[in-house]
């Protein structure tokens, strides 16, 4: 296996468009692609050959973003809900239900239903929505996940 230096500079670039594509947001994708390669570091003893470089990165970016996501609860069905565009013979039978989705969202209190726009809609990172209010960046997540376990549970309750 060549330098992991030359590994990085061949395919850092890769790694953080597969993680962007997964993530959709820029900060967490470079985050993930440093931990990736920590990782490879940590674990190049293991490798193989038997399959491409390429692919062993993205397995392991794949591996890091499924324990980051363990470890942080993250908007991803409310994302799912509201940024998913559907087909045309889904859309009428959707529409009620995203306008339902942000019709809730709207009438959530305050600080909560900003932090859930900046982060939907903004696609800005927990560290730059507690900048925004003066807070940290644990706060933004918790009100965050607060704001969502309870957009869920009004949700949950209609049903």
């Known amino acids: 296996m060549q330098p992991m230096d030359e590994i990085y500079q061949q395919y850092a670039r890769m790694v953080y468009r597969y993680l962007l594509r997964l993530t959709r947001d820029e900060n967490l994708a470079e985050e993930l692609t440093q931990e990736t390669f920590y990782q490879a570091i940590r674990t190049s003893d293991r490798f193989d050959g038997s399959c491409a470089v390429s692919t062993w990165l993205c397995a392991i970016a794949k591996k890091v973003l499924a324990t980051y996501r363990r470890k942080h609860p993250d908007l991803e069905d409310i994302d799912d809900q509201i940024l998913a565009a559907p087909s045309a013979e889904h859309e009428a039978m959707e ?50 996940y607060r704001t969502k376990e309870k957009l869920r549970k009004d949700v949950e309750d209609d049903v």
């Open 95 to 144: 529409s009620d239900a995203r306008l339902d989705l942000l019709r809730r969202l709207h009438n959530l209190p305050e600080p909560g239903r900003e932090v859930l726009y900046l982060r939907i809609y903004g696609g800005l990172s927990f560290r730059e929505i507690g900048d925004i209010f003066g807070k940290t960046e644990n706060w933004a997540r918790v009100t965050c």
